[in-house]
């Protein structure tokens, strides 16, 4: 009896044996392309215009397609959001450039001259003019 154990314990592949043979014929997670190549991504032309109380920059840009106004915003400045009126992700502040509603200070957004339906979440669209502008000691309308 004790042959047949040893025999059948022998005989039989361990859970890690086993493993070891479905992990070799699984591609290896290192050889797998997580992310995909430069060329396999769309991207999106933008002219980015952003006016400064004292001056104004502009850029002409790509970006990968799906892109916010804002997360274009965050990967060029420093940049804060959060809570504005009804957008729950707005530009609280460009390079230090804060937002206070009281005083007349607040940032807005138009897209290709439209500044309706249109907040730091509006997706890019490729040829997209966006401007950004600082306005101080204006009172918000």
Excluded at 9 to 36: D, G, H, W
Excluded at 60 to 66: A, E, L, T, V
Excluded at 83 to 101: A, E, F, P, V
Aim: proline share 4%.
């Amino acid at each position: 009896m004790k042959f047949w154990i040893f025999l059948f314990l022998i005989l039989m592949p361990s859970a890690s044996f086993a493993e070891t043979k479905a992990a070799a014929l699984l591609p290896q997670r290192n050889s797998i392309e997580l992310v995909p190549s430069e060329s396999a991504i769309a991207y999106d032309d933008l002219y980015l215009i952003v006016s400064f109380p004292n001056h104004q920059e502009s850029r002409h840009i790509k970006f990968p397609r799906g892109f916010s106004i804002g997360q274009v915003i965050e990967y060029i400045y420093e940049t804060k959001r959060g809570k504005i009126c009804t957008d729950s992700q707005g530009i609280l502040s460009i390079n230090g450039y804060g937002t206070d509603l009281k005083k007349g200070k607040y940032w807005t957004i138009t897209v290709n001259g439209n500044f309706l339906n249109v907040n730091s979440n509006t997706v890019i669209i490729d040829e997209d003019k966006i401007e950004i502008e600082y306005h101080q000691n204006n009172p918000a309308v």
